[in-house]
């Protein structure tokens, strides 16, 4: 059985984005994080990261940071009744041509494969035009970014404040679907 997520950056949508993020002591969570996904959830949401993480390949720090990184944050969120299921991250440098370095689909391919995603009901939020790209690219409903101003650039995307807006753009989408109205 196949379910919506919503697929969500980590850098500069759900933390801070300090340049290759991975200490500890560096982890803060932006404002709107804990109320966004809450709602995101109780719309019906599944949650998942997806995040290009190019300070491995550079050999800044391991994967065994990315993953301390990300058990802290999911502990913290598991704190507030949020749950994530996975985290699809890409170690390699930019130009290494992979298939998981976003915008390429491959995370998200995974995410269908391993997790039941169904790609067409899910939606893709980060802050970064690549973002935008990966929604379109595998197929997704729609994506949104946060933290940043409308531009052209952004197509069928939105541009709003932080997660919290995001969630009820997400959430009233699919419920205006729901009730038969525009996609």
């Known amino acids: 059985m196949t379910r919506p997520f919503v697929f969500l950056d980590r850098d500069g949508t759900l933390v801070r984005d300090r340049g290759y993020t991975y200490k500890l002591a560096d982890y803060e969570l932006l404002p709107g994080v804990r109320e966004g996904l809450l709602r995101m959830q109780q719309g019906g949401f599944s949650l998942a990261v997806v995040t290009n993480q190019s300070g491995i390949g550079r050999g800044y720090y391991a994967e065994a940071d990315l993953q301390a990184f990300q058990a802290h944050l999911f502990a913290e969120l598991e704190r507030s009744g949020i749950r994530f299921e996975h985290t699809f991250f890409c170690p390699h440098l930019p130009d290494a041509g992979c298939a998981c370095r976003k915008p390429a689909p491959g995370l998200l391919w995974r995410a269908r494969e391993e997790l039941g995603a169904d790609l067409g009901a899910?939606?893709?939020?980060?802050?970064?035009?690549?973002?935008?790209?990966?929604?379109?690219?595998?197929?997704?409903?729609?994506?949104?970014?946060?933290?940043?101003?409308?531009?052209?650039?952004?197509?069928?995307?939105?541009?709003?404040?932080?997660?919290?807006?995001?969630?009820?753009?997400?959430?009233?989408?699919?419920?205006?679907?729901?009730?038969?109205g525009p996609a």
């Open 122 to 180: 899910s939606w893709v939020v980060g802050d970064r035009a690549s973002d935008l790209e990966l929604a379109r690219r595998a197929g997704c409903r729609g994506a949104v970014l946060v933290g940043v101003d409308a531009t052209p650039e952004l197509g069928d995307g939105r541009a709003v404040q932080n997660l919290e807006e995001a969630a009820e753009f997400i959430v009233s989408q699919d419920a205006e679907a729901d009730r038969g």
